[in-house]
């Protein structure tokens, strides 16, 4: 079974402060998105990865995928409280079709 | 920018009732999905449509139906409401396949 699994689940820091969420993989994934969803709303696209070892960056976030399409990370530089919500990685199956993983997300909480 | 609409963001109904959740994207986007988003569960598909009056089944599919009669409009039935329908509900539409999809504002629905 193709899953996602993100770490940690629940992050909460100071503004200003950097950090580093993760979505890790058994299974080799042709890319991976990444969404961030404000309470109350629905997911908006972040980014897609496409290449192992591909980096893109977004202002303050930066987004990582191994080398092996197995994995990816997500730093943020100096949160600030807009940050704040759920970060959901996902990546289409690879059985071809349709479907789309996602995973279980982590949830951040920026402090001013 | 890609816009996806749905009809109502908060629905109140009652045991029983037929529930319809309309969503619509402005992309000319040949894909569109439902999901519900329910707390502990992240996001399951409930139906997708490839195409006009094309649809398949996701991983959650009871209790529902769908119906796409034009290309921009996605319809989420739900037959007979029952209280474990209580969730939030997402449209989304992609331009190819599973990837990159554009999610609606979300509806949350409760059924009483």
């Known amino acids: 079974t193709q899953l996602l699994e993100q770490s940690p689940q629940f992050l909460s820091i100071q503004e200003g402060e950097n950090l580093t969420v993760y979505c890790n993989s058994s299974s080799v994934f042709s890319s991976l998105q990444w969404y961030r969803q404000e309470p109350g709303e629905g997911p908006v696209l972040l980014v897609t990865v496409v290449t192992g070892g591909e980096v893109k960056k977004l202002k303050r976030l930066t987004f990582q995928f191994g080398d092996a399409r197995k994995d990816s990370s997500l730093h943020i530089t100096a949160a600030q409280p807009g940050d704040t919500g759920l970060y959901l990685c996902?990546?289409?199956?690879?059985?071809?079709?349709?479907?789309?993983?996602f995973g279980a997300g982590t949830r951040l909480f920026v402090k001013a | 920018d890609v816009k996806v609409t749905q009809s109502s963001r908060y629905l109140v109904k009652r045991t029983g009732e037929k529930v319809f959740l309309e969503c619509v994207q402005d992309m000319d986007h040949e894909n569109m999905f439902w999901y519900r988003q329910d707390p502990g569960l992240g996001l399951r598909l409930i139906y997708f449509?490839?195409?006009?009056?094309?649809?398949e089944k996701g991983d959650i599919p009871e209790g529902y139906s769908v119906s796409r009669e034009k290309k921009e409009r996605f319809s989420l039935i739900l037959e007979s409401a029952s209280t474990n329908q209580t969730s939030m509900y997402l449209c989304a539409s992609s331009l190819a396949g599973p990837y990159e999809q554009y999610f609606g504002p979300g509806t949350r629905l409760t059924v009483t």
């Open positions: 996902a990546g289409p199956m690879n059985t071809g079709g349709f479907k789309t993983i």
């Open positions: 449509s490839y195409d006009v009056k094309m649809k």
